[in-house]
């Protein structure tokens, strides 16, 4: 059963609207979060984080917002711009040693000149 | 720095022959992992090695599959014989302390 989920596998915006990707987990125990974006015949890259004891964190058009009680993240690009256009994985993970990534299936983000 | 290298990039074999994949982390990253997407499908979890140490091979889809990390540098998956249900993507990915995870470009592997 899928741990992570990302319900939209694609989202065409305008350049310089907002993007809106979203994200649901089930297992009330991972305490950290993570965006990745990934270009084709690229690997992975990390975007941007947040932790379970936060409910926003920002990195310059990009905020993630976490909202543990209906265990549900979210990531916001303003503006968008056509370098965005990429699959954005999110994944979460428990703290320790350990830190494996659970990842969602991705959003495709096609951002429109 | 260097980042996380793997080779190689691409690899169509036929069903039952014998695939090896290597994985060069960052230099002086413990932490080394390997990762499967499927037919566009989420990235999943194969196993974790701590220095030369398997830490966490849960992931392993089953004993076809075989990984190793010698002397705690480099790591091979090695996936013997390969059946069509093994195409995919595989990432390798080195992390330090925290959480920065390092992705390699991966390896497309093609089971035909």
């Known amino acids: 059963d899928q741990q992570v989920k990302q319900n939209s596998p694609s989202l065409s915006v305008q350049e310089g609207r907002i993007s809106i990707l979203n994200c649901d987990y089930t297992n009330s125990m991972f305490d950290y979060f993570l965006w990745y974006k990934k270009y084709p015949a690229e690997g992975p890259t990390f975007l941007i984080s947040?932790?379970?004891?936060?409910d926003k964190n920002e990195d310059g058009r990009f905020t993630v917002f976490l909202n543990k009680s209906a265990k549900h993240l979210s990531l916001h690009i303003v503006p968008s711009q056509p370098g965005d256009s990429a699959v954005y994985f999110c994944a979460a993970s428990f703290s320790g040693s350990a830190r494996q990534l659970t990842f969602g299936s991705g959003t495709q983000l096609t951002v429109l000149p | 720095e260097a980042g996380v290298t793997q080779f190689p990039s691409h690899s169509v074999i036929e069903k039952g022959q014998t695939v090896t994949l290597r994985c060069d982390p960052i230099?002086?990253?413990?932490?080394l992992y390997w990762y499967r997407r499927v037919m566009g499908k989420e990235i999943k979890f194969l196993l974790h090695?701590?220095?030369?140490?398997?830490?966490?091979e849960s992931g392993m889809p089953n004993n076809r599959f075989l990984a190793e990390r010698t002397g705690g540098t480099y790591s091979t998956l090695k996936v013997q014989p390969a059946e069509l249900e093994d195409s995919g993507v595989y990432f390798c990915?080195?992390?330090?302390?925290?959480?920065?995870?390092?992705f390699g470009s991966g390896t497309r592997l093609t089971v035909v």
């Open positions: 090695f701590v220095k030369e140490s398997k830490q966490d």
């Open positions: 990915a080195s992390r330090d302390g925290g959480y920065g995870y390092t």
């Open positions: 947040i932790s379970s004891i936060k």
């Open positions: 230099s002086g990253h413990d932490n």
